[in-house]
């Protein structure tokens, strides 16, 4: 039996954005292994207004004009049409063309599409409110110069704590550690104005190991799930880090994400530095660029 024999329609489209979610962060090819496949099996679904915002990733990413032939509406879909039905399911957890249709009505009627021909989806294209959609998914703290650092302040930690520091100064960014802060009141409320205020998060799940009857048990960090969660409720990028030997102590709502797997702080900081290079973009201060930039 093959990994992926016994998935179902719907696991198999979350196994597609997990795959998706890889390329864009450079891996050409993501290995698929055992665990990934159970993972895309138990992941929650994308909610529509994810799906929403992925169409129109997709249609600004392959169309400079911004006008796409879809294709789905009961006639033969033109040759060019078939790559970007392709991605937009991949991207969306459609599982059919007939649920991407459906999604693309829905987005008619909300006034964020706009078909050439009313009532046809042989083309369409974005309107100005699906522009500023675009515009508000890309803006998050554009202008910000600060990662925020979210991880186990452990004394063992140090050293990987001055790497994500190191990181981050790399790539052109302010490192923002809130126990180098000076703060009175409530450390939440601290945590929760620097992230606001942060163009992306560096989130390390790396925890302690507890013995259990004779087994080993990870103990989660609370605080890093709570500011993760918090960064992306915001629209505020979270780049996902993880000790290798602590990989399998996650909890299973995030494990999908592509986390940096990391095993001596030399080592995370040049993962790190190359993860926000590619996901955030290098800032004007970077010491560290790719060798294309170099040239």
């Given at each position: 039996?093959?990994?992926?024999?016994?998935?179902?329609?719907?696991?198999?489209?979350?196994?597609?954005?997990?795959?998706?979610?890889?390329?864009?962060?450079?891996?050409?090819?993501?290995?698929?292994?055992?665990?990934?496949?159970?993972?895309?099996?138990?992941?929650?679904?994308?909610?529509?207004?994810?799906?929403?915002?992925?169409?129109?990733?997709?249609?600004?990413?392959?169309d400079p004009t911004l006008t796409f032939r879809f294709g789905l509406d009961g006639t033969p879909p033109a040759t060019?049409?078939?790559?970007?039905?392709?991605?937009?399911?991949?991207?969306?957890?459609?599982?059919?063309?007939?649920?991407?249709?459906?999604l693309a009505k829905m987005m008619v009627e909300e006034g964020l599409l706009e078909t050439v021909q009313p009532g046809?989806?042989?083309?369409?294209?974005?309107?100005?409110?699906?522009?500023?959609?675009?515009?508000?998914?890309?803006?998050?703290?554009?202008?910000?110069?600060?990662?925020?650092?979210?991880?186990?302040?452990?004394?063992?930690?140090?050293?990987?704590?001055?790497?994500?520091?190191?990181?981050?100064?790399?790539?052109?960014?302010?490192?923002?550690?809130?126990?180098?802060?000076?703060?009175?009141?409530?450390?939440?409320?601290?945590?929760?104005?620097?992230?606001?205020?942060?163009?992306?998060?560096?989130?390390?799940?790396?925890?302690?190991?507890?013995?259990?009857?004779?087994?080993?048990?990870?103990?989660?960090?609370?605080?890093?799930?709570?500011?993760?969660?918090?960064?992306?409720?915001?629209?505020?990028?979270?780049?996902?880090?993880?000790?290798?030997?602590?990989?399998?102590?996650?909890?299973?709502?995030?494990?999908?994400?592509?986390?940096?797997?990391?095993?001596?702080?030399?080592?995370?900081?040049?993962?790190?530095?190359?993860?926000?290079?590619?996901?955030?973009?290098?800032?004007?201060?970077?010491?560290?660029?790719?060798?294309?930039?170099?040239?």
């Amino acid at each position: 039996m093959t990994l992926l024999e016994d998935l179902t329609p719907a696991n198999k489209a979350r196994l597609s954005t997990w795959i998706v979610s890889r390329r864009r962060l450079g891996e050409e090819v993501p290995l698929v292994t055992t665990t990934v496949v159970d993972d895309a099996k138990i992941a929650r679904g994308m909610r529509i207004s994810e799906r929403k915002d992925q169409f129109l990733r997709v249609l600004a990413l392959n169309d400079p004009t911004l006008t796409f032939r879809f294709g789905l509406d009961g006639t033969p879909p033109a040759t060019v049409a078939q790559p970007f039905v392709g991605k937009l399911l991949s991207w969306t957890e459609c599982t059919n063309e007939g649920d991407l249709l459906k999604l693309a009505k829905m987005m008619v009627e909300e006034g964020l599409l706009e078909t050439v021909q009313p009532g046809k989806f042989e083309r369409v294209h974005l309107t100005s409110k699906g522009f500023e959609r675009l515009e508000a998914l890309e803006a998050a703290n554009r202008d910000s110069q600060q990662g925020f650092i979210a991880m186990w302040f452990d004394d063992g930690m140090a050293h990987a704590a001055a790497a994500i520091a190191d990181a981050i100064e790399d790539a052109g960014y302010t490192p923002m550690i809130i126990n180098n802060k000076e703060h009175t009141g409530d450390i939440t409320d601290a945590i929760i104005a620097e992230i606001r205020r942060s163009r992306f998060v560096v989130a390390d799940f790396t925890c302690g190991v507890a013995d259990a009857d004779g087994r080993k048990e990870g103990v989660p960090r609370g605080g890093v799930y709570f500011e993760a969660g918090f960064a992306k409720g915001l629209g505020v990028e979270v780049i996902w880090a993880c000790r290798k030997d602590c990989i399998p102590y996650l909890h299973f709502d995030t494990r999908q994400n592509a986390h940096i797997v990391w095993d001596s702080p030399v080592d995370l900081r040049e993962k790190l530095t190359r993860r926000i290079g590619a996901v955030v973009g290098y800032g004007a201060t970077a010491r560290a660029k790719p060798p294309r930039e170099n040239a």
